[in-house]
Structures are given as C-alpha cells and as structure tokens.
C-alpha cells in the first residue's frame, strides 16, 4: 500500500475553549476532559500504524500559540506540527495539504487523510481500510451522523487535478457537508467509496447513542 500522511485536526482542551455543547450538559470541565481524552485516543491508534511504517503524522492545531503547540505536541509524542491558521474548516484543511506538499514530495508520500479528534470508536483498522480503498479511489468519506464525515482521504490524483473540489460549496456546521461534498465531484471521473458511519461527539445525546 502507498504510504499516507495522516493530518489529525485537534483543538487545545482548554477549559470553556472546547465542545461549548456538550459543555452546557456536562459543564466546562468535563467536556474538556473528554476532548482531552478522545484527543489521546486518536493518537493512540495513529500511532499504531506509524510503527508500522504505513503512514506518517502531522497534527494540525487550534487554540494555542506557536510555543504552546510546540509543547502540546511533545506530550503527545508528536513531532511533526502545524497551526490550522484562519478560515473555514474546508480552508484550515485545504492550507494543511499546501504547508504539507514539501514534506509528501521529499518522503515519496502520495496520499493525504484527515481526521478530527471526536471518536471514541476508531480504531486501527478504521485507517488500515481507508489505506487500502485509496489504492482503487480518489476519494474516500467517513460518514458522521450529524450530516458531515469524521475521515475523508484524499489520493494524489485528487490533490494535483481539482485540490478545491472537496473543499468549495461546502455549508461546514451544517447537515449538508458530506451531500455537499458528494455533490461536488458528481460530475467529475474521480470514484469515490464511503465507509461505515460513526457518531461525532459533540453533545450529550451523542455520547448517550453510543450505548
């Protein structure tokens, strides 16, 4: 399989700064001890394949400074870094793959994957299949239940023809991101391939559908 980079989008856990709706039912700090947590979690399981040589990760952070980043990612044991910057989240994700071109290009790395920290269910084998799917797709998509995707995997192909193709048109924070996506490449030859769908933690009821 074509070795990825794995591009984590993950917010500081700062108290009041994170997961402002689950916050109101579980307060403050609790929620930023689950973002904490689920932070750590998805690491855990990045980790697991970058012994393995089949990916490399670079963590793309919000709500803290340079510095601070500098020693968040040392705790997580992360050495590679990046600030997601301004904008949208379709910007924040489109600016990690231009900051990330040099690195992929020097380390013959072809593919990109995005994840964000809301999942308690992911698991190895999660990035093991999105791998595997981007051998024989373009695109690939992670189902989340609020209307959006909590993985999306992008082949080089994707990258160097139409790089804004997943990232326009896009209504973020709505129900619609992931039909908008769809939507997007309809009418282009790319093949794309969904894979099951997972709960994105965001409120109570979340947490609560889990069980």
Avoid at 135 to 162: F, R
Wanted: glycine letters at 8%; charged letters at 25%; one cysteine or more.
């Amino acid at each position: 399989m074509d070795k990825a980079l794995l591009i984590i989008m993950a917010k500081w856990h700062g108290f009041g700064r994170c997961k402002t709706r689950l916050s109101k039912d579980i307060g403050k700090g609790n929620s930023a001890k689950v973002q904490s947590v689920m932070t750590k979690h998805t690491i855990s399981v990045a980790k697991s394949l970058q012994k393995s040589k089949l990916i490399d990760i670079s963590i793309a952070i919000s709500g803290l400074g340079m510095k601070n980043c500098i020693r968040w990612s040392r705790e997580l044991g992360i050495k590679k870094f990046n600030l997601q910057g301004k904008g949208c989240l379709g910007e924040k994700m489109k600016r990690q793959i231009v900051i990330n071109k040099k690195f992929c290009t020097q380390n013959k790395i072809k593919n990109i994957i995005f994840i964000g920290t809301d999942l308690p269910d992911l698991c190895h084998q999660d990035l093991l299949e999105t791998l595997k799917e981007l051998q024989q797709h373009d695109l690939i998509l992670g189902p989340s239940n609020d209307g959006g995707y909590w993985l999306i995997g992008l082949s080089e192909k994707t990258m160097s023809t139409n790089l804004n193709l997943p990232f326009i048109n896009i209504k973020w924070g709505t129900k619609n991101v992931l039909q908008n996506t769809i939507d997007n490449f309809a009418s282009s030859k790319f093949k794309y391939k969904f894979l099951d769908e997972k709960i994105d933690i965001d409120t109570i009821v979340d947490i609560e559908n889990r069980n």
